[in-house]
């Protein structure tokens, strides 16, 4: 479904990304990990177009993508949480879905309303909260959200960047079952997440990245066990 070949990726002099290839299959979850700074929010940002790439190319259902503006991607039907949430704060909760599906609202309304009820029985939190100012709602809320507004386009493929970042436990796993359940309702999936163990626990296969490079790649219950793996990212 998505096919990343030679991706590079340039900051002024710095490479952020040297050749990474990729690959996620229709119905996966991909998980890719490593630690900050080894490319994976620059990896993500590529994908959707949000970084241009200096080498390397880019693959959607088979169309080469990484020329394309990120509005384009997005019609395309790749959506993106990303890293910290970025909820508009000063919109409601509604509004900030409503912006969410601004590529199918003229053309769907009837539709967009079904799915953002999808999303309220989803996050019935959201429902509580949906005339409330975005910039008011706790972490966890926040990234129910994100995600909810990611969802409001109705993509086939979502690219998850650290959902559980500064959340704590109880919606670390209230985000990471619904990740598994969006698997089950059909998405592919790829998740950049910074709790190794919990992404290789829920992921078909994984991508360690490394100063911008993939160091390993397998199905991630052989990562899970890898001396390596366990030694620099799993924290044992």
């Known amino acids: 479904m998505l096919s990343v070949r030679n991706a590079q990726v340039r900051y002024g002099m710095a490479e952020a990304l040297r050749g990474v290839d990729l690959e996620v299959n229709e119905g996966e979850i991909v998980a890719v990990i490593g630690r900050n700074g080894a490319g994976k929010t620059t990896l993500l940002k590529a994908i959707t ?85 975005a910039g008011t709602l706790s972490g966890g809320e926040q990234q129910m959200l ?3 507004r990611a969802l409001m386009a109705d993509p086939p493929f979502l690219v998850l960047d650290e959902p559980s970042m500064g959340l704590s436990p109880i919606y670390v796993k209230l985000i990471l079952d619904t990740v598994v359940q969006l698997r089950k309702e059909g998405k592919t999936i790829l998740l ?15 991508y360690v990245l490394s100063s911008g490079a993939v160091e390993l790649t397998g199905p991630s219950t052989e990562l899970l066990h890898d001396e390596k793996v366990i030694r620099t990212y799993l924290g044992a």
Request: no cysteine.
């Open 49 to 133: 177009g949000l970084v241009k790439m200096s080498g390397g190319e880019i693959r959607f259902k088979g169309e080469r993508i990484d020329r394309l503006p990120a509005h384009e991607i997005v019609k395309k039907g790749i959506g993106h949480v990303p890293q910290g949430r970025q909820v508009f704060g000063d919109q409601t909760v509604e509004e900030n879905l409503i912006l969410g599906a601004y590529t199918k609202i003229k053309q769907q309304p009837e539709q967009v309303k079904k799915w953002m009820e999808r999303e309220y029985q989803r996050f019935p939190r959201l429902r509580e909260r949906r005339h409330q100012q």
């Open 146 to 148: 994100a995600l909810a």
């Open 192 to 206: 950049v997440e910074q709790l190794a163990t919990a992404a290789l626990s829920i992921s078909d296969r994984a």
